[in-house]
């Protein structure tokens, strides 16, 4: 099988050198095309079985699955440019572009004859690079069979959902954007730390191991949120009165409109 990554930035460079080289899937050839050689340079650096080119056209014929990787503002201008090198028959498009939706990816890729490929929308995070993304995935016009293999390939780098398009925006807010979400709990609890004493660069390890033993806990003991927050709220303890504090600062609130936000 061959993967075609149009589109070398951040997302598909990460693909392509996450896939490169897979054990698991059989055979798997993992092309990356992008107008910048620099960038290609540096995937070839960290795996030389990597294909690298910068004509877009060539690098899609005979690929079994193509991934539009770049910015959504070019998804219009780079489908125009490999559309009649495309082979509706036995290829895949794949489009990890926010916000373009299948309505305009049809519309995009459709041909003289009105033949349109099948198509999936997939929503990684940046997790994806040591393969611990959540990955959305929606698709049209597609296949079962053709549905496992998105699936099977994305299942390399992390966990997939399968979800509908219209629920996108929110897997997004929640998983995509919410990678930074997370990440400014941790600057903020490191900020603390500092204030509290502790040198940054231990409170880093140790903020991040205590978040790592938080989701092994939920994740060994199946439960909710709140029967984990209640094994370590003591009446009257410290941590109750840490946790109140922060309601009061209006930490859940903050979360949720955040969220909100990211979908509006």
Request: aromatic share 4%.
């Amino acid at each position: 099988m061959k993967l075609t990554i149009i589109g070398a930035g951040n997302m598909g460079g990460a693909i392509a050198c996450a896939l490169g080289g897979s054990q698991s899937i059989n055979g798997l050839e993992v092309c990356c095309s992008d107008i910048i050689p620099e960038k290609l340079r540096k995937i070839k650096e960290t795996n030389a079985s990597i294909e690298v080119t910068t004509d877009n056209t060539t690098a899609v014929k005979g690929a079994d699955i193509v991934v539009l990787a770049v910015k959504p503002w070019l998804v219009e201008t780079a489908i125009e440019e490999i559309k009649e090198a495309l082979d509706y028959d036995r290829q895949i498009v794949v489009s990890i572009a926010s916000g373009i939706d299948f309505f305009n990816l049809c519309r995009f890729l459709k041909k003289e004859d009105g033949a349109i490929p099948a198509i999936f929308r997939i929503m990684p995070n940046t997790a994806i690079a040591v393969k611990e993304s959540v990955t959305f995935i929606s698709a049209c016009n597609a296949t079962q069979a053709q549905a496992d293999l998105v699936e099977q390939l994305f299942d390399e780098l992390g966990m997939t959902v399968n979800i509908d398009e219209t629920l996108l925006p929110a897997g997004t807010a929640l998983a995509s954007c919410g990678i930074a979400y997370v990440f400014r709990y941790i600057r903020a609890s490191i900020e603390g730390a500092v204030e509290l004493g502790i040198n940054p660069e231990l409170a880093k390890k140790i903020v991040s191991r205590t978040l790592r033993g938080a989701i092994t806990l939920l994740e060994t003991n199946d439960s909710h949120p709140e029967v984990e927050i209640d094994k370590v709220t003591t009446p009257g303890g410290i941590t109750i009165k840490g946790l109140n504090a922060m309601e009061e600062a209006g930490f859940t609130n903050a979360v949720i409109k955040g969220l909100k936000a990211s979908v509006q």
